[in-house]
Nanobody, 126 residues
């Protein structure tokens, strides 16, 4: 069974930082691109960041570019999202997802991802 388990969410003041982790089991982790998405109440799911299977390529949504960084440790089957300079509009449930397509580039559409975690809540106070 494929499982993705996010952790690290919580409450933080604007300008603060959080680090999310996603531990993956049930697949050959290094062969999968990994993505981060978020969803706030009443909003569509939004692309946040993605990283290639090797960790050699990353891509970020415009709203988080320059503030967030994704990385991975394939030996630990874990992907990370470091979030700095947090803003109230970053408040959302954050999900990690795995893409099994072996595409040449990381992808940004939620429909391109095959496996999803349960999500972790991030709340940023003003």
């Amino acid at each position: 069974q494929v499982q993705l388990v996010e952790s690290g969410g919580g409450l933080v003041q604007a300008g603060g930082s959080l680090r999310l982790s996603c531990v993956v089991s049930g697949l050959t982790f290094g062969f999968y691109h990994m993505g981060w998405f978020r969803q706030a109440p009443g909003k569509e799911r939004e692309f946040v960041a993605a990283i290639s299977g090797s960790g050699g390529s990353t891509y970020y949504g415009d709203s988080v570019k320059g503030r967030f960084t994704t990385s991975r440790d394939n030996a630990r089957s874990t992907v990370y999202l470091q979030m700095n300079s947090l803003k109230p509009e970053d408040t959302a449930v954050y999900y990690c997802a795995a893409d099994r397509s072996l595409a040449s580039r990381v992808r940004v559409r939620d429909h391109d991802y095959d496996y999803w975690g349960q999500g972790t809540q991030v709340t940023v106070s003003s």
